[in-house]
């Protein structure tokens, strides 16, 4: 290919992109320049800064399908983050979680480009969890099963206090995702408490709503003993708990 007839300045910048320019229009791949955004054949270097790529396509909430690889990825960054809220607090560092995760930043960046998006993810995830577990709680004895749903709501309120008291330096309460979740919330959880109020093991003078408020009140005590929540969780169910 014949060179055009240009400036000594514009002659220095051929001589840097003729090659690959060459390259191109023979069919051929570029070579490989180490500079982001060319085609280098090998994932951009992760950087640490929100949006840039790692090598790994768009999860799945942004309208493509994730590499298994890429799922792992954003599987492990989801449990090192609910670990770490769940034993420092929601304020826990980007930097932290991701080591927490064994990943590099820009990979969880890849993910999650924002703060909040990661803090959304964990709170949706909890609660889909949670609504999972619920069918299997139908399959026990009413009795069980509402103590089972109360011992998880216990669990999961816990860590939903840190994450929401967080989540609203973004967002307002009445938000899509909190009535979102809350929504799921109840019609996952309230069939487990009707069943067990028509079995009469469950006092009938209550409902889900109350039942959340009380255990909601136990998760935000800071216990003094391991196992102390737990302990206080047994005696209200003995209180709800309908008498023959």
Partial sequence: ????????????????????FEAAAAGEPEPETGEPGLATGESEPETGEPGLATGEPEPEHHGRAMRADAKRNYDKVIVAAKEAFGETGATTSLEAIARRA???IGTLYRHFPTRQA?????YVGEVQQLCATTEEMLALEPWESFQALSRRLLGYLATKKALAHELMNYVSRDCEVFQSCRA??????????????????VRSDTNFAEVIQLIGGIAKIEETAAGQREHILDIALDGLRQRG
Wanted: avoid cysteine; glycine fraction near 10%.
């Fill in 118 to 122: 990661l803090l959304e993810a964990v």
């Fill in 1 to 20: 290919m014949k060179q055009p007839e240009t400036t000594a300045k514009s002659r220095r910048s051929w001589a840097e992109i003729g090659p690959a």
């Fill in 102 to 104: 064994g990943v590099g």
């Fill in 184 to 201: 799921d919330l109840f019609r996952a959880g309230e069939p487990v408490v009707h069943r067990a109020q028509e079995a009469g093991v």
